[in-house]
């Protein structure tokens, strides 16, 4: 017996598949220090979501499993005190994640490609300085991350940051749950996704 996993198409499709949660009260404690254009470097990111499924009496789980580095990255973000805008940010990724399907009897792990490429984008959004490490975008965010091609993007609502010299990054979890119907199949779904994203100070 077998089980398409909803996350079978994982894509991602925007730039930044950071978030963290930041209380949006807290006051700014310093400077802003994100004023500037910073040439964007890369991403990183790993995930791990499980899907599970019930067939009369037997229990199938489905694991996948992603690791990735952005390549081809192109673009840069410029920040204003309240606003940033994406212009000409791109990258693409091209690797594999597997995928282990665990049906009580027996455990099948398939290794498949993960293969994307995003285009230059270019747009502006506007964002609030949280504390002295933090942002979140109060109309909208530049960020999504679509794991799922039938389920609409997670909107990410802010990020965390740090900045070691010329390097800005950020670095975030998320953790999202639900149920995915697939065929007829609902199948409770969770994951963490973790992301790292750099870039340089112009």
């Known amino acids: 017996m077998s089980y398409r996993s909803p996350f079978i198409a994982i894509v991602v499709l925007l730039l930044f598949t950071t978030a963290c949660k930041k209380n949006n009260n807290s006051g700014n404690t310093g400077p802003n220090p994100l004023p500037g254009t910073w040439t964007f470097d890369g991403e990183t990111t790993n995930a791990d979501i499980t899907s599970t499924a019930s ?5 199938v789980s489905v694991r996948n499993l992603i ?10 973000i410029t920040f204003t005190t309240d ?15 597997t995928t282990i399907t665990n049906s009580g009897i027996s455990i099948d792990t398939t290794i498949s490609p993960l293969m994307t ?12 300085f949280v504390g002295q490490d933090s ?8 960020f999504a991350l679509n794991v799922d091609s039938i389920q609409p993007p997670i909107k990410i609502n802010g990020a965390h940051f740090t900045i070691n010299g010329s390097t800005l990054t950020f670095t975030s979890t998320i953790n999202q749950s639900g ?6 199949i609902t199948a409770p779904t969770t994951g963490t996704i973790k992301s790292v994203i750099t870039l340089t100070k112009q």
């Open 83 to 97: 606003s940033l805008e994406l212009a000409g940010v791109g990258y693409t990724i091209d690797t594999t994640y």
């Open 67 to 76: 690791d990735f580095r952005t390549i081809d990255n192109v673009g840069s």
């Open 179 to 184: 149920n995915e119907t697939v065929n007829g």
């Open 135 to 142: 942002i979140y975008f109060p109309n909208g965010s530049p």
């Open 55 to 59: 067939f009369g009496p037997i229990s």
């Open 117 to 128: 490429t995003a285009a230059p984008s270019s747009e502006s959004f506007i964002y609030k």
